[in-house]
């Protein structure tokens, strides 16, 4: 995974370093206001990191103690962790296994007239069935925070993902396809919740100069977020390119033992990665095999039911309630996508899977 940064990226972020305004200067507010223009929000905040905005959106919708917030059982741990940081009870779903996402048809089950939120995720960049899940919404008045921390640039149709919830949450994580180091974008749907965001991010000031709030330290670097707007343009392009590397895996990886993600009709992956599930208990055997040819691959993200924290704290079992998350979290593996890959290194990549796995 090499980010794709590249030398003007680096003038413009030095150029901050050398003005001396590290933070609050310009930068911040120019990726923010060319982000709502994209993303078609009218509020976007950069912060720290992708945790730290969705942590602020539960603790703007007021989520505590006694409250429930829905979330897949398979994402990165994060998603789960912002839940319980404001005390609240997480609530699993299981994903379903063609999109790794949350499995809309299980999550009207599990709401509860303690239900406040849903955490949809658009896992590895595949959007997630965000029609569905708002209909849920509206229909049991539930707020929406979208992990749209692998999906910048992701649409639904021509919609963009972390568009569609009360709010939509990004992160800037060198996983991520564009990057800062470490960084976060949150976009807000309302105009109350956005200046509680504003406030909170930043110690707990408002715009009057009060200290209204018992804030947070969630800010980001202006040399950072110059970084971000470096690589804002090409943002397209390094989809273009990911879309392609991901359309080959899928035309030439041929096994039917190996789960290939989908990319529905109408919309647009980001590719953040390229996940595949075998359908056999050979995942670790053919990591170790492709590396031995020089293939670095990695894990996607976990059954979070099943970490010792949460293990120890709700004891699910995850072999009877959260099966295709097990299994995720299992059997699953990210193949090399990322827009400075070759075409002959993919091509090994693609010959040795289909070799290992016939
Ligand atoms: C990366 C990631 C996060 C966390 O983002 P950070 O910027 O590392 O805090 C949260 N959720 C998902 C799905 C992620 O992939």
Redesign the pocket.
């Known amino acids: 995974m090499i980010p794709d940064i590249i030398d003007a990226d680096i003038e413009r972020s030095v150029e901050v370093l050398r003005s001396g305004m590290l933070v609050q200067g310009t930068q911040v507010n120019e990726f923010e206001s060319k982000a709502n223009h994209k993303l078609g929000t009218e509020f976007s905040f950069l912060t720290s ?4 905005t ?1 942590h602020l959106a539960l603790v703007a919708l007021g989520i505590g103690e006694g409250d429930e917030v829905i979330v897949p059982a398979f ?2 741990v ?2 789960a962790n912002v839940v319980e940081l404001v005390k609240a009870k997480t609530v699993f779903v299981d994903i379903s296994l063609t999109d790794c996402n949350i499995d809309v048809n299980q999550i009207e089950r599990a709401i509860t007239e303690r239900t406040k939120a849903i955490i949809p ?1 658009h ?1 590895f960049g595949v959007p997630a069935n965000m029609s569905s899940i708002m209909k849920i919404a509206k229909k049991y008045n539930i707020a929406i925070v979208e ?1 749209a ?2 999906a910048f640039g992701a649409k639904i149709g021509t919609q963009f993902v972390g568009s569609f919830g009360d709010f939509g ?1 990004f ?3 060198p ?2 396809a564009m990057t800062s180091g ?3 974008l949150l976009t807000v749907k309302k105009s109350s919740h956005a200046s509680l965001v504003k406030g909170l991010r930043s110690h707990g000031w408002n715009d009057q100069g009060e200290c209204e709030w018992a804030g947070f330290n969630y800010r980001i670097t202006d040399f950072q977020a110059a970084l971000l707007n470096g690589q804002f343009s090409r943002n397209e392009d390094e989809i273009a390119i990911r879309s392609k590397i991901a359309q080959r895996y899928h035309d030439e990886i041929t096994s039917q033992s190996i789960i290939k993600p989908v990319q529905e009709i109408g919309n647009t992956n980001s590719w ?1 990665s390229y996940h595949i599930i075998f359908k056999e208990s050979i995942r670790d055997s053919v990591k170790n095999e492709l590396l031995t040819a020089g293939i670095q691959t990695s894990y996607g ?1 976990q059954c979070i039911p099943m970490m010792k924290y949460y293990k120890d704290k709700y004891r699910l079992d995850s072999t009877v309630a959260y099966t295709n998350a097990k299994k995720a979290y299992e059997n699953g593996l990210v193949l090399p996508i990322y827009s400075r890959l070759k075409k002959e290194d993919q091509d090994h990549i693609i010959r040795m899977i289909n070799k290992l796995v016939p």
């Open positions: 990191n992708g945790t730290s969705m994402s990165y994060a998603t995720v896992e992990d921390a692998c949450s992160s800037f994580h996983r991520k470490e960084g976060g953040q993200a």
